[in-house]
C-alpha cells in the first residue's frame, strides 16, 4: 500500500513559516510594520515565482543585494522556520505500522524542501521523497510521482493514493498517475476549491484526517 503527500501546506504549515520569515526578515532590515503584510500579500499562499517575488522585493525595499542571493538566502533560513506538528510525525509512524508505504512529492528547490524534511523530522518517517527542483520535472507530470512512488519501492500503477492540498498539482496530477486521492482542503478558496473536490476521491481539512481514513479509523473534518 503506497500513500505519498504533498509537504508544503500538506504535512508542513509553508504560510506560518513564510509568514515568520517575512517579520524576521522585515525587523532586520527596518523594513517597516507594512512591510511583512505586503510579502504575504505578493507571495499569494506560494503561488508567486521566487525569481519574480525577490526581484519585486528588492525593487521596491531598494535592496543592495541582487535577486538570487536573497532568494538563497531566503532557501537557507526558511528550513528553520518550519515545524510539523506531533500528530502528523505521530500519525506517519502509524501509517508505516500498518504496513503501508510513505513517500513525499512535491515541488520546490531541492536546498529548500530536502532541508524542510530534515528539519521538521519527517525524513526519517518516509520511504522516498521527490522534489520537482532535483528531479527536473514538476507536479502535475506524472513522472514525479513515478519517482515518488519508485523511491518508496512501489509504483503509481499498482494503486495507491496522493493526499495534498493543491487540486491541480495534487488532486489532478495524483489522478493522472493512476492513484486515488485526498483533498486536503483548507478554506482558503480560489479556483476550483470548492468542498466537492473537483474529482477528489475523499475530502478532509486536515492531514491528520487524511492518516486516520486510510488506517481505516475515523476521519473529523471530512466532506465525504
Request: glycine content about 14%; overall charge negative; aromatic content about 8%.
Amino acid at each position: 500500500m503506497l500513500a505519498l503527500f504533498d509537504l508544503d501546506n500538506t504535512l508542513v504549515d509553508r504560510l506560518d513559516a513564510f509568514r515568520r520569515w517575512t517579520a524576521e526578515f522585515s525587523s532586520e532590515r527596518e523594513l517597516g510594520e507594512a512591510a511583512a503584510s505586503w510579502m504575504v500579500e505578493l507571495d499569494a499562499d506560494g503561488s508567486a515565482p521566487r525569481e519574480t517575488f525577490f526581484e519585486l522585493v528588492r525593487e521596491r525595499f531598494r535592496l543592495p543585494e541582487p535577486a538570487g542571493e536573497l532568494w538563497r538566502a531566503y532557501r537557507a533560513r526558511l528550513p528553520h522556520l518550519v515545524s510539523c506538528r506531533t500528530e502528523v510525525l505521530a500519525g506517519l509512524d502509524r501509517l508505516r505500522a500498518a504496513g503501508w508505504a510513505v513517500g513525499v512529492v512535491t515541488n520546490g528547490m531541492a536546498d529548500n524542501q530536502t532541508g524542510k524534511l530534515e528539519r521538521s523530522g519527517l525524513a526519517s518517517r518516509l520511504d522516498g521523497w521527490a522534489v520537482s527542483g532535483a528531479e527536473g520535472v514538476s507536479k502535475p507530470d506524472v513522472r514525479l510521482f513515478e519517482i515518488g512512488a519508485r523511491r518508496c519501492g512501489a509504483s503509481p500503477g499498482a494503486g495507491g493514493w496522493m493526499v495534498g492540498d493543491d487540486l491541480t498539482n495534487d488532486v489532478g496530477g495524483g489522478r493522472d498517475a493512476g492513484l486515488r486521492t485526498i483533498w486536503v482542503h483548507r478554506g482558503t478558496g480560489g479556483t476550483g476549491a470548492e468542498p466537492s473536490g473537483a474529482g477528489a476521491d475523499h475530502v478532509v481539512t486536515d492531514v491528520v484526517a487524511a492518516i486516520d481514513w486510510l488506517i481505516g479509523g475515523k476521519s473529523p473534518g471530512s466532506y465525504r
